[in-house]
């Protein structure tokens, strides 16, 4: 039987704070299911409010277990969703709803090592370019990691207007989905504004930062607007060095870590494989995705393949995340549920995890299901 962490009612005192010496709850019998078997209930002594085992478990609300450290294994190893699915022998939504869960697994615990979290290193910004649904909805994935970790940090979203040549019609079908966008375009500034935030609160922090992006104009005019950024640059503790793109992207490129995981997006995430037939349908799911690879890149992977010594560390190891905290954050990672109650999101991790960034020209609503509020 598993022993209740909290009362899961966000009103109820001991929804923070449970007393570690006396009993805060009783048991108010049990119930049967055909997915999970006998069930204990729990009554909160202090709301009065009942829940049950499930209510702490991964599986919350499921009618059929499966093995989500399988469904983690192929979604980082470059396998579709269909493919997983049909593996499993499940429909392709069941391997979409564990993917969301999994997805809030993964932002909890980045959100998390990220509380008291000061980068030792410089830091590297770029985007990374794919689509969804079709070539007239491009993206853009902007993406903040350690210069010498490649520690996958976070990352912000952003539309993009389809380029290059195109056909008459396929100019015209363009203006006429844009004319009937259902919701309004996020730009690639909107989207770096939210990089540009987390510098500076790691600047503010650090005696130096140096941060290194790509020659757009759109970052050099937003690190120039950031009052703090320039503040921080006069009293010699900021810098933001622009690297041209045409530099061989070689580890000697100040923007190898960026390059490095967008070789790694490329590589290990079916929706992005380029001139792919697997790709994301739904902007929300290919956040999730993005979020569960960042779990896999920055707490799983070795840091480097093949080096007795390297390999013994995680990206976040590398980065200076303590290894305690990064083994406390993964216990219970593939079976007790996070709550939202207990993590603190900043914006670009709260898009995600409640599911708020629309696909253009597809209206796919707002589903928000009760549990990731709690």
Same mark, same amino acid.
């Given at each position: 039987m598993?022993? !209740? !962490?909290f009362c899961p009612?966000?009103?109820? &005192?001991y929804h923070t704070?449970?007393?570690e010496?006396r009993?805060w709850y009783y048991?108010?019998?049990?119930y049967e299911?055909?997915a $999970?078997?006998?069930v204990?209930r #729990?009554?909160?002594l202090?709301?009065g409010g009942g829940?049950?085992?499930q209510t702490?478990r991964?599986?919350?609300?499921?009618k *059929?277990?499966?093995?989500?450290?399988?469904?983690?294994?192929?979604?980082?190893n470059c396998?579709?969703?269909? /493919?997983?699915?049909r593996i499993?022998e499940?429909?392709h939504q069941?391997?979409i709803?564990r993917l969301?869960?999994?997805?809030?697994q993964?932002?909890?615990?980045?959100?998390?090592?990220?509380?008291d979290?000061v980068p030792?290193e410089?830091?590297?910004?770029?985007? #990374?370019e794919?689509?969804?649904?079709?070539?007239?909805?491009?993206?853009n994935?902007h993406?903040?990691?350690g210069k010498?970790s490649?520690f996958?940090i976070t990352?912000d979203y952003a $539309?993009?207007r389809?380029?290059?040549?195109m056909t008459?019609?396929?100019k015209? &079908?363009?203006? %006429?989905r844009?004319?009937h966008?259902?919701? /309004? %375009?996020?730009?690639i500034?909107?989207s770096?504004l939210?990089?540009?935030?987390?510098v500076?609160?790691?600047?503010?922090k650090? *005696?130096?930062t140096?941060?290194?992006?790509d020659?757009?104009?759109?970052?050099?005019r937003?690190v120039?607007?950031?009052?703090?950024l320039?503040s921080?640059?006069? &009293?010699g503790? #900021?810098e933001?060095? %622009?690297i041209s793109?045409?530099?061989a992207?070689?580890i000697?490129?100040?923007?190898?870590?960026v390059n490095?995981l967008? *070789?790694?997006?490329r590589?290990?995430n079916?929706?992005?494989v380029?001139?792919?037939?697997?790709?994301s349908q739904?902007?929300n799911?290919?956040?999730?995705?993005m979020?569960?690879?960042?779990?896999?890149?920055n707490?799983?992977k !070795?840091?480097r393949?093949?080096?007795p010594?390297l390999q013994?560390f995680s990206?976040?190891e590398?980065?200076?995340?303590?290894?305690g905290?990064?083994? *406390?954050?993964?216990r219970?990672?593939?079976?007790?549920r996070k709550f939202?109650? $207990?993590v603190k999101?900043?914006?670009?991790q709260?898009?995600?995890?409640?599911r708020?960034t629309?696909?253009?020209d /597809?209206?796919?609503?707002?589903?928000w299901?009760?549990?990731?509020w709690?």
């Amino acid at each position: 039987m598993l022993i !209740p !962490p909290f009362c899961p009612h966000p009103e109820c &005192e001991y929804h923070t704070q449970p007393p570690e010496h006396r009993r805060w709850y009783y048991i108010n019998g049990s119930y049967e299911t055909l997915a $999970h078997g006998s069930v204990t209930r #729990f009554k909160c002594l202090g709301c009065g409010g009942g829940f049950s085992e499930q209510t702490f478990r991964l599986d919350y609300y499921v009618k *059929r277990k499966l093995d989500y450290q399988v469904i983690f294994d192929h979604l980082t190893n470059c396998g579709g969703v269909r /493919k997983t699915a049909r593996i499993m022998e499940v429909s392709h939504q069941a391997i979409i709803n564990r993917l969301g869960r999994l997805a809030r697994q993964a932002i909890a615990l980045q959100a998390d090592v990220l509380q008291d979290y000061v980068p030792c290193e410089d830091l590297v910004t770029d985007g #990374f370019e794919s689509f969804v649904s079709d070539q007239y909805q491009p993206n853009n994935i902007h993406i903040l990691a350690g210069k010498r970790s490649q520690f996958f940090i976070t990352f912000d979203y952003a $539309h993009l207007r389809r380029k290059g040549k195109m056909t008459e019609l396929q100019k015209d &079908e363009r203006e %006429r989905r844009e004319r009937h966008y259902i919701r /309004k %375009r996020i730009s690639i500034s909107q989207s770096f504004l939210q990089i540009v935030d987390l510098v500076e609160q790691y600047a503010q922090k650090r *005696r130096f930062t140096c941060l290194y992006s790509d020659e757009k104009l759109e970052y050099q005019r937003l690190v120039m607007g950031s009052d703090v950024l320039q503040s921080l640059k006069s &009293e010699g503790r #900021f810098e933001h060095v %622009r690297i041209s793109s045409h530099f061989a992207r070689t580890i000697d490129n100040p923007l190898f870590s960026v390059n490095y995981l967008d *070789r790694q997006f490329r590589k290990d995430n079916a929706n992005h494989v380029r001139e792919t037939v697997r790709f994301s349908q739904n902007v929300n799911n290919c956040l999730e995705r993005m979020a569960v690879y960042q779990l896999y890149q920055n707490y799983f992977k !070795p840091f480097r393949i093949g080096q007795p010594f390297l390999q013994d560390f995680s990206h976040a190891e590398w980065a200076g995340v303590p290894r305690g905290k990064i083994a *406390r954050g993964l216990r219970g990672i593939f079976t007790m549920r996070k709550f939202y109650t $207990h993590v603190k999101l900043n914006w670009s991790q709260l898009m995600v995890w409640a599911r708020m960034t629309g696909t253009l020209d /597809k209206f796919d609503g707002m589903y928000w299901p009760k549990y990731i509020w709690m």
